[in-house]
C-alpha cells in the first residue's frame, strides 16, 4: 500500500461519512472587495502613501518626461550599470547612461550579483497594501533579476495598472504565472520584533509612477 | 517531531526555569508588547476583519471536511504544471524522501527558506547523518542554527535574543560556516542585518538544490504560496535548479480565490504590516525562469490523527501567524523553549499533544500550560477556540478514552499523574449524589472548624503555598434554611460561602466582614 493510500485512507476514516456540499455555497464572502470609497486620484494617491509608508522612495511623473527622470535616478545612484528584462519599452532608457546587462538563460547568478540596478514594469499595484506584482512578462523579465541587485526602480502606469485592494489584485492576476508580491524593500522583524530594512532583496525600492501613459503595450 | 526534544521535561518544570531567567523574561516582554500594539492597529484598519475571519474559518473548515478530494486535486494540477508529488506519513518518511532527492542531483548542501513543517520532522538533522549540509537563511533561523540554540517562536525563532546577544553569536559563530562578520560589529539592527546579507550571498548564489514549505496550496491551480519578509525565500525559491517544498497536508485550500482572505488576514496577525515585503507565487516549473525541477512533499506526521478529534481538528486551521503567542500571558513568562516543541505558545499547547500523542510528560502537561484566559481566540484570524481545545486535552489526559494515533484507534489509559484528582473528583460526586452523607460531612466540618490548617498538606500543599483555603462556616446554608426559611440574618454567628449566596448584595458586606473575623480567629 502506497503512503498516498494510506494518507487519504486515514483521512476517510478520520471524517466518516461527509454529506455533499458544494463549496460556493460553504463559505460567506460577505467581507469587502475594496475598503472605503475613492476616486481613481485618490487610489493613486492612496498607493504612493502606502509605498512611502514601507520605505519605497515614489516618484511621479508623466511619459513623456519619464526617460530624463529614469536618467537622473540612475545617475543619483551612481550605477555604471542597468540590467534591464527582454521588453523594457523602448524609450524609457533612451536619456540613461549605464550599460545595459541582459539577462540571459546562460548568465549566472555571480554575473547578475554585479548589476547595480535594474529597471523593470510591473503587472499591477495595489493601493490599500502599497503592493506592486510582477508576474514575469516581457517588461519585468525573470524573477532573479529584480532579486539580485540591490537597486530596483519598478514603474507602474497610473490609473491603469493600480487595483484597490487585494481581492480585485487576484481577479486580475494568471496564477498560471510566477508571480512575486513586493510591498517596500527587503525588511526583517527578526530582531525585537521591529521592522528594520535591508536583508536580502534590493534594499532601495524606487517606483515611478508615471500617468498618462498608453495602454497599448501592456 | 525533531529529536531535540525528547526528554523535556513536564511544562511546569521547564516554565520555572524560564521565569528565573530575567534576561529571557525582559526581551520576550519588549518583543510581545511592541507587536501586540501594531497588529491591533493594523487590524482596526479593516472593518471587514470579523467577515474575514470567518470567511476564514469556513474556507479552512471545508477544506478539512473534504480534505482528500482538495489534495487529489492538488496533485493533479501540481503535476500537469511540471513538478512532482511525494506523500509521507510520517517524518522519517518524509526525511527519506528529501534526503534521496537531495542525493539524486548530487549535491552536498542545501538552502532553506524557514518552514515550521521541515523543523517539525527534524529535517536539517536527518540530512546531516546523511552528509547533506542544509543552511538557514531565515535571519532569526540564522540566528538559532549559530547559536546551536533552539527555536522558541512560531514566526522569529530567535525572539528569545536580544540584539546585544545577536551581535555576539555572529561575531563569534558566522566565521565557522563561512564568510565572517565584519570586524566592529555592533549590535544595531541594520548593522547586523548587513552582516547576514553578506554572511548568506555566497551560499545564495552557489545553491544547486533550495528546501521550503508553504503557507498555502490552492487545489484548483497548484499554485504554491510563500510569504516572508527579508528576500531569503525569493533566493531560495528562484535561484536554484531543484526546489523541494515540505508541507503539510492542512495547507491546502481549494481556490485561488480563498487567498484573497488570507493574504489579508496572515500579515496583520503575524508581523502587524498591511503586506509582508516579499510574496511568492509558483505553479509547477515556468520554462526559463527558475528551477527546473520542483518537488512537493505532502506531509501527514499526526494530522489525519488530529482531523478524526471533532473537537482537536480545528487545530489544522492554524496559518501559523503567531498572533496567540504574542498575546499570551504564559507564553510571555515561560518563553517558547518550555513547551517543549517546535509550536510553542497557545496553538502548541493544542497541536503538539496532538500530533505527537499526549504519551509523554511534556505533551501531557502543555494542555495545561494555560490560564485559559482567552486571548488567544480572540486574535486567531481562523477563529480556533483554543481554550475550548485545550479544556478537551485536559479531559483526554485526565480520563484517558478513545483518540486516534498513527492512523489506528487507540484507548489511552487515564494519566498515573492525575489519580489524586480522580479520586477526589469521585468522591465528591459520592457525596453530592447521597444528601444524608453531604450533611453529615458539612456539620462534621463545621464543628471542627477551629482544628483546620491553613495550608493543605502533602501534594496539596503547592497549592495552597499561593492561595488561601476557603474557610468553613459555623453554619451551612441547608442547615440555616431549614432554621429560619430564609426570614432573618445570614446563617448563626457569620458569614462565609453559604450567606454569600443566599441574600446577594446585602451579604456582601457580612461575608466581607466575616472573613476578618475568621482571619484573626484563625490566626
Known sequence: MSSKDVILGRIGRALGPVPDEPYEAAVDRDYAREHGERTTEQTVDLLAENLADYRAIVHRTGEDELPDLLMRLLAYRGARNVLVPPALPPGW?????????????????????????????????????????????????????????????????????????????????????????????????????????????????????????????? | MSG??????????????????????????????????????????????????????????????????????????????????????????????????????????VVKVKSMATQEIGLNEALEAAGIHAYETDLAELIVQLGKDRPSHILVPAIHRNRGEIRDIFAR?????????????????????????????????????GVSGANFMVAETGTMVVVESEGNGRMCLTLPETLISVVGIEKVVPTWRDLEVFLQTLPRSSTAERMNPYTSMWTGTTDGDGPTAFHLVLLDNGRTDTLADEVGRQALRCIRCSACLN???????????????????????????????????????????????????????????IPEVLVHLRERVVQGGEFTRHGAKTTLKPARGHAAERAAMRAAGLVFARPGLLRAGQRLAARTRRAHPRTLPGPGRAWSATRDLPTVPKESFRDWWQRTQGRGAGPAGSSGTASGTASGTASGTASAEGRTDEGKAGA
Open chain 1, 93 to 218: 532608457l533612451a536619456a540613461a547612461d549605464p550599460v545595459r546587462i541582459h539577462d540571459r538563460a546562460a548568465s549566472t547568478t555571480a554575473e547578475l550579483d554585479r548589476a547595480d540596478s535594474v529597471v523593470t514594469g510591473c503587472a499591477i499595484a495595489i493601493a490599500e497594501t502599497g503592493t506592486l506584482v510582477l508576474d514575469g512578462s516581457p517588461d519585468q523579465g525573470r524573477r532573479r533579476i529584480t532579486l539580485v541587485p540591490d537597486h530596483h526602480i519598478c514603474v507602474v502606469r497610473v490609473p491603469d495598472q493600480v487595483v484597490s485592494s487585494v481581492p480585485q489584485a487576484l481577479e486580475r492576476l494568471d496564477p498560471g504565472r510566477p508571480l512575486t508580491w513586493i510591498s517596500g524593500p527587503s525588511a526583517t522583524s527578526d530582531i525585537e520584533l521591529d521592522r528594520v530594512e535591508g536583508v536580502h532583496g534590493p534594499r532601495t525600492l524606487e517606483v515611478v509612477l508615471v500617468s498618462g501613459s498608453p495602454t497599448a503595450d501592456a
Open chain 2, 4 to 109: 531535540t526534544y525528547l526528554g523535556m521535561p513536564a511544562f511546569p518544570a521547564a516554565a520555572r526555569d524560564a521565569v528565573r531567567d530575567t534576561t529571557l523574561r525582559a526581551n520576550l516582554r519588549h518583543a510581545t508588547h511592541t507587536i501586540r500594539d501594531k497588529r491591533a492597529k493594523a487590524v482596526a484598519e479593516l472593518d471587514d476583519w470579523a467577515r474575514l475571519r470567518e470567511a476564514g474559518r469556513q474556507i479552512k473548515d471545508h477544506t478539512l471536511r473534504h480534505l482528500g478530494e482538495h489534495l487529489l486535486r492538488l496533485e493533479e494540477a501540481v503535476t500537469a504544471a511540471g513538478g512532482t508529488v511525494h506523500w509521507a506519513a510520517d517524518a522519517d518518511e518524509a526525511n527519506r524522501i528529501v534526503t534521496d532527492l537531495v542525493r539524486a542531483t548530487g549535491e552536498r548542501e
Open chain 2, 173 to 209: 559563530e558566522m566565521a565557522q560556516w563561512g564568510r565572517p562578520a565584519p570586524d566592529g560589529l555592533t549590535d544595531a539592527p541594520a548593522e547586523l542585518a548587513e552582516a547576514a546579507r553578506l554572511h548568506l550571498r555566497e551560499k545564495f548564489l552557489r545553491a544547486k538544490v
Open chain 2, 327 to 385: 498575546v499570551c500571558p504564559v507564553y510571555e513568562r515561560a518563553g517558547g523553549h518550555a513547551y517543549g516543541s517546535v509550536y510553542p505558545g497557545p496553538i502548541g499547547a493544542i497541536l503538539s499533544p496532538q500530533l505527537r500523542g499526549t504519551a509523554s510528560e511534556i505533551d501531557a502537561s502543555l494542555p495545561y500550560a494555560s490560564s485559559l484566559c482567552g486571548a488567544c481566540y480572540e486574535v486567531c484570524p481562523v477563529a480556533i477556540d
